[in-house]
């Protein structure tokens, strides 16, 4: 008798255990995409890089499919690829590149944050001074900006230095 209740609660163990085992796989764990610091930051290369070839479907191949742009110079928050094309199609024309000034960047499981100021300079020799915020995703198997804002600094830049 006292074999018997022995093994079975040795059973109900081991199928607690192979149960708890069966939810977990079952649960959708994901696995995390391994990055750090200077990987995020080649994804805004890789971006500013898809500017210069004045292909709006090479920025387009930098966002998700769901991905949003609240762009610089547009009223008009972006919501699907079609949206996305069609605001680059138009800020191209002017040949932007973009330098960072200062960034901070925070990485999550297949998310990382890029935020900080960057500086657009254009084919006229006009530059707009912009604070900005990716956020990326790991998409199947790439990072991918899911959400973009940009702003144009809302204090106007002295000679001598920053208004305040």
């Known amino acids: 008798m006292k074999k ?6 040795a059973l109900g163990v081991l199928s607690l255990t192979l149960s708890a085992g069966a ?4 649960s959708g764990a ?13 994804l805004f290369d890789r ?4 500017l210069r070839t ?4 090479k ?9 949003v742009l609240l762009p610089t110079v547009s009223n008009k928050p972006r919501t699907n690829p079609a ?6 199609v138009k800020f191209l024309k002017s040949k932007p590149q973009g330098k960072i000034d200062q960034r901070i960047i925070k990485i999550g499981c297949n998310v990382a944050q890029d935020v ?24 199947n198997g790439q990072w991918l900006i899911a959400h973009h804002h940009s702003s144009a600094m809302p204090e106007v830049r002295k000679q001598s230095g920053i208004s305040s």
Not at 30 to 42: F, G, H, M, N, P
Not at 59 to 67: E, I, L, R, S
């Open 59 to 67: 920025v387009v191949a930098n966002y998700a499919p769901d991905g």
């Open 83 to 88: 949206e996305i094309r069609e605001y680059f």
């Open 116 to 139: 900080g100021t960057y500086t657009f300079r254009f084919k006229d020799g006009g530059t707009v001074h912009a604070r900005y915020t990716y956020v990326y995703e790991w998409v």
């Open 47 to 50: 971006w500013n890089s898809s």
């Open 4 to 9: 018997s209740l022995v093994l079975s609660a």
């Open 54 to 57: 004045l292909d709006p479907d």
């Open 30 to 42: 994901v696995a995390c995409a391994q990055t750090d610091a200077a990987q995020v930051s080649a």
């Open 23 to 26: 939810l977990a796989q079952g």
